[in-house]
């Protein structure tokens, strides 16, 4: 296994590991627009410092067990001659897509490993990867979940205590997110941008308000799932906001998710089964 960071001719690795197998042939093609998206999105913000690390090894004539789609042959993963294992992606953190000020620090925006990898020590060299990357920046940040799950379901998305082992220390906390911080020498401590109430409230007459960017394909599936959904006697009582400027971002302190009557009530991706157990109560 080895890692590196991509270019922007070999961004193909990134739908290959985002809409991996596990996702699901419906889900993938529901995703096909955002995952457009997000790639325009990354090639912009390249020109910003967003860098992209991913974890490659040669491919085997071997099957393999696929946790959600069962047996494979290792091989049928591979991409330019390589079986790619997971991803890391980080930015300055002046630029993140997510409620968070600081300086100095490279922030990971996500991080994901395909299900046939985990436990194999992908993530560690990632991270690892990371920590030798940031050094020359002064600090490494995430928005990191404590006992949270990946869009409602049972993946431990981001957790809290995989980064603590690389010595990541708790900053603040908003909920089950936690803001972590490993300091490289910069000594500037980021901080969280909480939820903005007055802003929600003075946001129309909106009973429903949904946040989302380009940086997550799963952010545009929950809009499209949102607006699928929703009630006749609601859709023109929902809004839709896109994050993709930080000034958005700082004016309501949310960057994805879910307002409810002028309350925060998930402050993350979401997918309908999650959003309709707080939408199904609304009258009228």
């Not at 080895?2 to 961004?11: C, D, F, G, N």
């Not at 799950?149 to 993946?155: A, K, L, P, V, Y």
């Amino acid at each position: 296994m080895r890692v590196k960071k991509i270019t922007e001719t070999e961004l193909d690795f990134i739908p290959a590991i985002c809409l991996d197998p596990s996702v699901g042939k419906e889900s993938i093609a529901a995703m096909q627009d955002g995952m457009g998206d997000r790639i325009s999105w990354i090639k912009d913000m390249m020109e910003m410092g967003l860098e992209i690390f991913v974890a490659l090894e040669k491919p085997k004539s071997e099957k393999i067990h696929y946790k959600w789609v069962g047996k494979m042959l290792h091989s049928d993963l591979a991409i330019r001659g390589q079986v790619p294992l997971g991803l890391l992606e980080c930015v300055p953190i002046e630029y993140a897509l997510e409620p968070i000020k600081g300086k100095k620090s490279l922030f990971i925006n996500c991080m994901w490993i395909l299900p046939p990898f985990w436990g194999k020590g992908v993530g560690k060299a990632l991270i690892e990867f990371l920590i030798n990357r940031a050094k020359r920046i002064g600090g490494t940040s995430v928005l990191a979940y404590d006992g949270d799950r990946w869009c409602g379901t049972s993946i431990n998305y981001l957790p809290l205590t995989f980064f603590e082992q690389f010595g990541f220390k708790e900053i603040e906390r908003d909920g089950s997110r936690v803001l972590l911080h490993l300091d490289l020498g910069a000594n500037i401590t980021p901080k969280l941008i909480y939820p903005k109430y007055e802003s929600f409230k003075d946001n129309n007459d909106a009973r429903i308000t949904a946040f989302f960017n380009c940086q997550c394909p799963w952010s545009k599936l929950m809009i499209d799932d949102l607006k699928k959904n929703t009630k006749e006697s609601l859709k023109n009582k929902l809004n839709i906001i896109e994050t993709n400027n930080r000034n958005i971002i700082e004016r309501f302190g949310i960057s994805r998710g879910l307002i409810i009557e002028g309350k925060p009530v998930i402050k993350r991706v979401a997918l309908w089964n999650e959003m309709q157990k707080q939408i199904k109560n609304l009258d009228n």
